[in-house]
């Protein structure tokens, strides 16, 4: 019996990647480029002009409403996954949302988000 030729993979030939060239400035420096950032604030300012059309709103009172933004959003998705895990469930429906932002926010606050909740969905599926 003749020994067996051992087997030898076969590497398909990459093309090599794209070097990416930076940008320079005039004075041969390069250009940083800007840091993508997400806010709330656009939608923030956008409501207070529904609510109030001739109020204007400061930087840093915009910030801090940003700040406190997204602490709601990570109380509410924290909640909304512990809740997932409970049922052993591995998605987040709007049911879970729903429950999440009752368990967070108190009474009637939580009561005009859950409609409104509700409105945004329903708008969401209907278009």
Same mark, same amino acid.
């Given at each position: 019996?003749?020994? $067996? #030729?051992? @087997?030898? !993979?076969?590497?398909?030939? $990459? +093309?090599? +990647?794209? &070097? ?8 041969? &420096?390069?250009? &940083? ?15 207070? $002009?529904?609510?109030?059309? /001739?109020?204007?709103?400061? %930087? $840093? ?5 940003? %700040? ?5 959003? /990570? #109380?509410?998705?924290? #909640? !909304? ?6 049922? @052993? ?10 429950? +999440? ?9 939580? @009561? ?7 409105? +945004? ?7």
């Amino acid at each position: 019996m003749a020994p $067996k #030729e051992p @087997k030898t !993979a076969v590497v398909a030939s $990459k +093309a090599p +990647a794209k &070097k990416v060239v930076a940008k320079k400035e005039a004075g041969g &420096k390069k250009k &940083k480029s800007k840091k993508s950032v997400e806010t709330y604030k656009i939608y923030l300012y956008k409501v207070l $002009k529904q609510v109030h059309p /001739d109020t204007g709103v400061m %930087s $840093k009172a915009m910030s801090i409403l940003n %700040s406190m933004m997204n602490n709601m959003f /990570d #109380e509410v998705a924290t #909640e !909304a996954s512990r809740l997932s895990r409970y049922t @052993k469930k591995p998605t987040i429906t709007s049911r879970e949302i729903q429950t +999440a932002v009752r368990l967070v926010r108190p009474g009637e606050l939580a @009561k005009h988000a859950v409609s409104e909740g509700t409105k +945004a969905v329903i708008k969401f599926t209907s278009a």
